[in-house]
């Protein structure tokens, strides 16, 4: 197959090749093997080779249509950990055998002010999401890393700390990146009291994170079967939220909060944490507004925030900090063949505390 793109060089022929894939063609359809064509590397193009797969919260919502608009066939993945396998001509930061990551964006329009700013998360034309983009290629929609391999430009593509395990990097590229973008944002470090409420996929890496930026990390939990975890993730102290007299320990003692919680609660709770200045960042998403008194925020100066993943330039240096601090996710191993199951668990909140999937059981 060929596709002609014009560029400022004049027009080019890209071709393709078809490579193995798991996705679904419907909302209610179960994800199964598919084709798919990939393009073959352009000039500044990397193309690899993907070894494991994270398996995101959003990648659920995609296939299944739960945040409208999805476009069918679907192939998620956006947590990519792999190996360079052919580089085009004019790249110069990766080469064959280099393993390489990918994120939640394989590009944006590079010229609007907050990709000039490194924003590209919030470009203002909207960037190509790894999945279920435009595809300015190919003319169709982007794929994801639920496949045998990826092609991305370079300005998209990541390097991998040696001394991390490969597979349990790739929930960083996601999980990782949304919650040290806001912890660096809100300057966690030495001297602050960082609340993190929710220990789930987000959550756990949140603890990790605000711990070795040197912050006194305190995790809100509802579940007392969590304590024990949390604080073998580095939490200094655990709060059991629904204890009224144990969140009062805590009022108006807290730096920031990063609330990883996607399920309704009491926002007021945790903002009434919150010391003067103080701001909470959500980056759980909950179907429902939460309601918010003004008196939560107006006679300490609080605010209340969200965030979502960093540029391409503080994802790295995410990655830079996680080989500094030999810090990864905490994962559950699958084949690709367990996904539909995988889904299932996820919406029971049943994996500690992120599947990835050992893509080498789709060459199989």
Excluded at 203 to 223: D, P, Q, Y
Excluded at 234 to 246: H, R, T, Y
Aim: glycine share 10%; net charge negative; proline share 3%.
């Amino acid at each position: 197959m060929e596709a002609i793109k014009t560029t400022a060089e004049g027009a080019i022929t890209i071709t393709t090749k078809e490579v193995k894939a798991f996705g679904t063609e419907a909302a209610d359809a179960a994800l199964q093997q598919l084709n798919i064509n990939r393009r073959s590397p352009t000039a500044h193009d990397v193309e690899i080779e993907i070894l494991y797969c994270g398996v995101c919260h959003s990648d659920l919502h995609t296939a299944r249509n739960e945040w409208h608009g999805t476009i069918y066939p679907c192939v998620p993945g956006h947590e990519i950990v792999g190996k360079v396998l052919s580089v085009g001509g004019h790249v110069t930061k990766f080469k064959a055998g280099d393993y390489a990551a990918v994120g939640c964006m394989v590009d944006s329009c590079r010229e609007c002010d907050y990709c000039k700013e490194g924003l590209e998360q919030y470009c203002e034309q909207g960037n190509t999401g790894t999945y279920n983009s435009p595809d300015k290629h190919l003319g169709t929609q982007t794929y994801g890393g639920y496949s045998e391999n990826i092609v991305v430009d370079e300005s998209f593509v990541l390097r991998v700390p040696e001394n991390l395990d490969l597979a349990a990097t790739a929930p960083l590229l996601c999980a990782g990146i949304t919650t040290y973008s806001p912890l660096k944002h809100w300057n966690v470090g030495p001297g602050k009291k960082v609340g993190i409420v929710g220990i789930g996929g987000l959550g756990h890496m949140g603890v990790k994170l605000a711990k070795a930026m040197g912050a006194k990390v305190i995790v809100f939990t509802t579940s007392q079967s969590k304590v024990e975890d949390a604080k073998r993730l580095g939490a200094d102290d655990v709060v059991l939220s629904k204890d009224a007299s144990q969140m009062q320990r805590y009022a108006g003692k807290l730096h920031f909060i990063l609330d990883a919680v996607s399920a309704q609660h009491d926002i007021n709770a945790y903002l009434n944490l919150l010391r003067v200045d103080g701001s909470l960042a959500l980056v759980g998403a909950p179907e429902h507004p939460l309601p918010v008194a003004a008196f939560s925020l107006i006679p300490y100066r609080r605010s209340f925030a969200g965030s979502t993943i960093g540029g391409i330039a503080e994802t790295q240096a995410m990655l830079d900090f996680c080989g500094k601090h030999n810090i990864v996710a905490d994962i559950e191993m699958i084949n690709i063949q367990q996904i539909n199951e995988a889904y299932d668990r996820l919406l029971k909140g049943d994996v500690k505390y992120r599947f990835v999937i050992d893509m080498a059981s789709i060459r199989n």
